[in-house]
């Protein structure tokens, strides 16, 4: 098992530990005065937070059979929707309490919905296919917008811009620089794509995974050899090997 799997699966079973004996504090509390106004409702209380608490339980331990195994075990959509959008969310969450460096979760979350989007996505065309860069991959000194249009490169090799470019029309797939979460959001608006290859920090793909949810995202870490936000680059043979990977494209 690898590194970032230990991290969320020993979240995951802390979670799992805790949940049961936090619901039955938020019942037994509370139902000290419901009580007094019916004595239904402390049952009533008590089936509500217990239901709850059972399906968080379950979710915890289809995640870590994910880990685990490796596969994706989560047997509906609306449950894997739960862990994308709630579930790891707060295991972050807890994991920041724990005082668990961010980025180090961040990345396990990262890896976790790379590997549920390659096993749960069917190979698609290519024309529906978005690859979205961050502005930062440019070089801070250029003076071609590319923002508006990645075509517009000079090629001179700066950045990493120019491969990217090259690889998109290699393999016919859409393209977009983007300055930031409002207008990435403004980007799958407009174009509808049914997969994003997205590019970006740990703390933006991370957001970006959760905010784009149902779309599948597939996330590529960039590398920051001069810091965050500025001058960063990224790996474009893994990128390329997404493209070139039949299981997500036709």
């Given amino acids: 098992m690898r590194q970032k799997d ?13 949940i049961p004996f936090l619901a039955f504090a938020g019942w037994y509390f509370p139902s000290v005065g419901l009580l007094h106004i019916h004595p239904l409702l ?3 209380a008590g089936i509500v937070l217990g239901g709850t608490a059972l399906l968080i339980c379950v979710i915890c331990i289809l995640l870590a059979l994910t880990l685990l195994s490796g ?11 739960v ?10 969450g807890l994991g920041t309490l724990l005082r668990i460096e961010p980025d180090r979760l961040r990345r396990a979350f990262i890896e976790l ?45 700066a950045c990493t811009i120019m491969p990217l470019v090259d690889l998109a029309r290699r393999f016919r797939v ?14 799958l608006h407009r174009k509808r794509p049914a997969l994003v290859i997205a590019v970006a920090c740990e703390r933006d793909l991370a957001s970006g995974i959760r905010d784009a949810w149902p779309l ?18 990224v790996d474009v043979a893994a990128v390329e090997r997404l493209l070139a990977n039949r299981s997500l494209i036709t």
Avoid: Y
């Avoid at 230990?6 to 805790?18: C, F, H, K, Q």
């Avoid at 859409?174 to 980007?187: D, I, M, P, Q, S």
């Fill in 6 to 18: 230990r991290i969320l699966l020993a979240l995951t079973l802390g979670a799992l530990l805790a």
């Fill in 42 to 44: 402390s049952w009533l």
């Fill in 71 to 81: 596969r994706d075990c989560f047997l509906f959509a609306p449950l894997r929707r």
């Fill in 83 to 92: 862990v994308m959008k709630w579930l790891l969310p707060g295991l972050l």
């Fill in 113 to 157: 919905n790379n590997r549920l989007v390659e096993s749960a996505t069917t190979p698609l065309p290519a024309e529906r296919i978005l690859i979205l860069l961050p502005h930062c991959l440019q070089r801070s000194e250029c003076p071609v917008k590319v923002t508006d249009n990645p075509e517009l490169c000079q090629r001179c090799g």
């Fill in 174 to 187: 859409e393209l977009a620089v983007v300055t930031g979460g409002t207008l990435a959001r403004e980007v």
């Fill in 216 to 233: 599948p995202v597939f996330g590529v870490l960039n590398e920051r050899p001069e810091g965050p936000c500025v001058n960063t680059t």
